[in-house]
């Protein structure tokens, strides 16, 4: 198979919209802009999700890190130092000194995700730059419109691993799919919620049209956490489903919706229509809670193991390789996403400095923890499910302990 038909889409989607980077204060050294007004008034009402999320845990919540999180800031987020790094799921292990030797041979991996973006590019990038092949990965990357077509993929065989929201893969795992999540390459949240200027705030938000995907996926998720966060009931309002995420920003510029979560590479093109603002501040409001997850099947899991550990080495390798060299990625971001190299310089910087990329695929226990409490409160799960049961931190751990030692 060519290269083109490794990176074949399901449905290729119109381009997402530039950015701009006025929308986040950055506290560290940078030439970026400050706007400190995106989450005015919400500050109180997200720590107040927070403390519904995380106040009377469940006995099978994931296990509390050494050094919890701080509560939710009241100002964009900031990089933080090394010390206060999430902890993992996994039990850190030594780093190597030096990168794994290059398998002789090449395992086909087929992988499944979204359209890709700053934040979702990961696979786009790792299989261009071949990093993915000197892992020993021969990777296909295909596209879906949303997380619960992925899901579906991977459950009836047709991909092997992906990467998605993770409140839709552990509404999966409680229905009974035998779907494990591995870890995570973006682990913070890179959307924005966008909404007509007539929305007033975020309590404005109940009864309003708001756009998203499919049911329980990402944008879904976001939204109901919005309306709870303001106060308000997350089933009252009218949630528009529409194929993909650019159908969801264009119901928005068309007027047809009255708000829609979304990426924070849409900016420019919202801030350009003088009927539409940012309203929410999502990377603010939910500091814990991780953006993507990556993931794959039992059968997966028990049949082709190696492959898998493979996978998350070129994942891990990709992203080390992006937080390093912004120069080489992002031409290269840039015709994978059609987004503009200018937008892509603010955005690259915005990611290393948040560290949203996760640089050994690591999931933070904090964070599982609560995404299981808030997939709970809004719906999507039952209750909490044991650690086991969803998660499976063995080839990251591997993967940690095998590859140098890295700082951001």
Not at 126 to 131: A, H, L, Y
Not at 228 to 242: C, E, F, H, K, R
Not at 283 to 293: A, D, G, H, I, K
Request: glycine letters at 6%; aromatic letters at 4%.
């Amino acid at each position: 198979m060519d290269r083109a038909g490794r990176e074949r889409q399901s449905h290729g989607g119109t381009p997402f919209g530039k950015s701009r980077r006025e929308v986040f204060t950055m506290r560290s050294a940078s030439h970026l802009h400050t706007r400190r007004a995106v989450l005015a008034g919400l500050s109180l009402g997200a720590t107040a999700l927070l403390a519904a999320c995380t106040a009377s845990p469940s006995p099978t919540a994931a296990p509390k890190p050494a050094s919890p999180p701080a509560a939710a800031p009241t100002t964009a987020p900031k990089p933080a130092a090394t010390a206060d790094k999430p902890a993992a799921t996994t039990a850190p292990q030594p780093a190597a000194t030096q990168a794994p030797a290059k398998p002789a041979n090449q395992l086909r991996v087929r992988f499944g995700g979204t359209s890709p973006a700053i934040n979702t590019v990961t696979q786009n990038l790792g299989f261009e730059k071949g990093i993915y092949r000197d892992a020993g990965v021969d990777l296909d990357v295909q596209r879906l419109n949303n997380d619960i077509q992925i899901l579906q993929a991977i459950v009836g065989g047709q991909i092997d691993v992906a990467t998605a929201g993770p409140s839709a893969v552990l509404g999966s795992i409680e229905s009974g799919n035998d779907v494990k999540i591995l870890g995570t390459d973006v682990w913070k949240v890179t959307f924005l919620m966008f909404s007509k200027k007539s929305v007033a705030d975020a309590k404005d938000l109940a009864g309003k049209a708001i756009a998203i995907t499919a049911p329980n996926a990402l944008p879904h998720v976001l939204a109901k956490a919005t309306l709870i966060t303001a106060g308000v009931d997350p089933n009252n309002a009218n949630y528009i489903q529409l194929q993909d995420p650019a159908a969801a920003v264009q119901a928005l510029v068309s007027g047809s919706a009255d708000a829609t979560p979304a990426r924070m590479d849409n900016l420019k093109r919202i801030e350009a229509n003088s009927d539409l603002k940012v309203l929410v501040n999502l990377t603010e409001m939910l500091p814990r809670f991780v953006q993507q997850s990556m993931f794959t099947s039992e059968k997966m899991l028990r049949e082709n193991p190696e492959a898998v550990k493979r996978y998350v080495t070129g994942t891990a390798l990709t992203i080390r390789h992006m937080i390093r060299n912004k120069a080489d990625v992002v031409p290269v971001i840039s015709k994978i996403t059609g987004t503009s190299e200018t937008d892509l310089d603010w955005l690259h910087d915005w990611m290393v400095q948040n560290r949203a990329w996760s640089h050994n695929a690591e999931l933070p226990s904090e964070s599982l923890a609560f995404v299981q409490q808030l997939s709970a409160q809004v719906g999507l799960i039952k209750a909490p499910m044991p650690t086991e049961k969803v998660f499976n931190g063995t080839f990251q751990q591997q993967v940690a302990s095998e590859l140098p030692a890295f700082n951001y």
